[in-house]
């Protein structure tokens, strides 16, 4: 059990739900976790989801008398977290952040379709602000997110969020085995073995490289894809139960007094 509440911080494109966390939260109120989440933007930019996060912890702070919270963040929702506890200084009341298939060092993905003529056109440029106002965010901006994901941004990003050293540091990934894993990223997977090695779909395993520990999940038979280790598809991907890959997370976290 853990010291300190638990936040779950979603990525881009994504709600707070058991649509896209899955049997996660269940599994970890059954270990007796206090677990709550993020509520950040699906397409909101890194500052203003920082600052969601930042009214977010002082909400829980509040209610549950806790010094410090522990945090684990999908895809973006891990930068988000390190430029709450960097450039908004709130390190002293974050106890852990652990980040899961996180671009830490960008994806050529982002980079793909900041330079894709389709993407830039004017056309794209009015449906795609319309469309992700479905997700309900109060500032909406598809393109500034794409850009803050790209290599020279988060480049830039590094350099101005050093890691407090008053926070544990540690990151995971999963990797997909072949295209066949996830119809939905076998196009980006593709494209990411040829330019960026080893991936999920979207990030670049030595992208999602970040702080004191890192762990891998792949299985050379089924890997797992950006998608399915949030648990979205409520199933056993392969030789991984998602659920229990949390329960692993949480305890490694609670034998280090987190």
Known sequence: MLKYPLILIHGTG????TLFWGRIPKLLKELGINVFYGYTDAWGSIEDNAKLLQLRIEDI???TGAEKINLIAHSKGGIDAR?????LQYGQKIASLTTISTPHH??????????????QSSLAKRILPVLVKIFGDNN?????????????YMESFNQNNLNDPLVYYNSY??????KKDDFLYSWTYQYLIKNAGENDGLVPVKSAVWGDKFQLFTD????????EITDIK???IGAFDIPEIYRKITHDLSKNGF
């Open 83 to 87: 430029f709450l506890i960097s450039t």
């Open 106 to 119: 960008g994806t050529l993905i982002a980079d793909y379709f900041l330079n894709n003529r389709t993407f």
């Open 61 to 63: 702070i509040h209610k």
């Open 234 to 236: 409520r199933r056993k």
């Open 140 to 152: 909406p901006n598809i393109y500034n997110v794409i850009n803050e994901l790209s290599i020279n």
């Open 14 to 17: 994504a709600k707070d739900n």
């Open 173 to 178: 990934a999963s990797a997909m085995a072949s």
């Open 220 to 227: 050379s038979r089924r890997g797992i894809s950006h998608g």
